[in-house]
Every structure is written in structure tokens, then in C-alpha cells.
């Protein structure tokens, strides 16, 4: 239930040419407070509660708690959630091996491509590949929960 990961931002497309799968998703916040976050999440045909607790000092490493519910409990909670519903698409890129998840933002968070990638230590080596830029980890503003209130287009 603890979840380590990193987060860069992507510098080209190049990663669609290796994804393997991709899949919308649509999502929300019934709490952003940083010390815990409770999300609920659309995937496919499938719906998500999850509880996030506070990053370490680095911004890798969290508590993560998931649970999978119903599309239609999911919509009802939807409903419910703080302004800035998130809407992207995630593309599963294996790099080496590793699984890069690639999320490409719609809305008032278009133009904004994140890469993330879990690890199962916090100094585990992993690939780079030519499209990530920057590491973006540990910056509050690229969390999902603050890109609602505070999306892309306004920076």
C-alpha cells in the first residue's frame, strides 16, 4: 500500500509510437487537502475510489489505498467532487523493466503531457527515454488533485 514514483514531463509524442495500450479517464476529488487526498476515477468500464496519504519530503513515496466500485457509483461521486474534473488519456509505455504511464490532459489542462513510473525503491535505477523531460516530482502543481483546482492553461 505504499506507493514510490516519479513524474517528468513529456518533451514529444514519440512515446505513442511504443505504447501498448492507452485508455480515457475521467476523475474527480472528494478531498484535496495534501496531508490526504480521496479520488474517484472512471477507467474503461470500470470505476475507483482511492485514498492517497501525505508524499515524503521527496515528493516519492505515499500511501495509496484503492478500491475498484461500479461506473454508476463512480458517476454518482463524480457529482460530489471539488471543481476541475480531470479529463485524459493514459498510454501504457514499457521502457526496459519498467511501465511508464503517460497522461495526456484535456480541457484546461490541454497541452500538458506527465509520465509516471513506479518503482519498487526509492534509488532504483530505470531508462530514460529521449521523450521524457524535466522531473516534475514532489511539485504539488503537477498533482492531479491541484490540476483541477489550479489546470494548466492558467499558469
Same mark, same amino acid.
Given at each position: 500500500?505504499?506507493?514510490i ?8 509524442n514519440d ?12 476523475q ?15 477507467? &474503461? /468500464?470500470?470505476g475507483? #475510489? *482511492?485514498?492517497?496519504?501525505?508524499s ?6 505515499r !500511501? ?19 471543481k ?12 526496459g ?9 484535456? &480541457? /484546461?489542462?490541454?497541452? #500538458? *503531457? ?11 535505477r !530505470?531508462i ?6 524535466d522531473e ?15 489546470p494548466?492553461?492558467t499558469?
Amino acid at each position: 500500500m505504499i506507493e514510490i514514483e516519479r513524474k517528468f514531463l513529456v518533451n514529444s509524442n514519440d512515446f505513442k509510437e511504443h505504447a501498448t495500450h492507452n485508455e480515457r479517464i475521467v476523475q474527480g476529488f472528494l478531498n484535496t487537502d495534501p496531508d490526504r487526498t480521496v479520488r474517484v476515477r472512471i477507467k &474503461g /468500464d470500470s470505476g475507483f #475510489l *482511492t485514498v492517497k496519504g501525505k508524499s515524503n519530503k521527496e515528493g516519492t513515496t505515499r !500511501f495509496e489505498w484503492e478500491n475498484k466500485i461500479t461506473v454508476t457509483e463512480a458517476e454518482q461521486l463524480l457529482i460530489l467532487c471539488e471543481k476541475g474534473i480531470i479529463d485524459k488519456t493514459r498510454f501504457l509505455v514499457p521502457v526496459g523493466n519498467h511501465l511508464y504511464e503517460v497522461d495526456e490532459f484535456y &480541457g /484546461d489542462n490541454l497541452g #500538458l *503531457t506527465i509520465a509516471e513510473i513506479e518503482l519498487s525503491a526509492e534509488n532504483e535505477r !530505470f531508462i530514460k527515454p529521449d521523450w521524457l523531460g524535466d522531473e516534475v516530482t514532489g511539485d504539488i502543481k503537477y498533482y492531479n488533485s491541484q490540476l483541477g483546482k489550479k489546470p494548466f492553461k492558467t499558469w
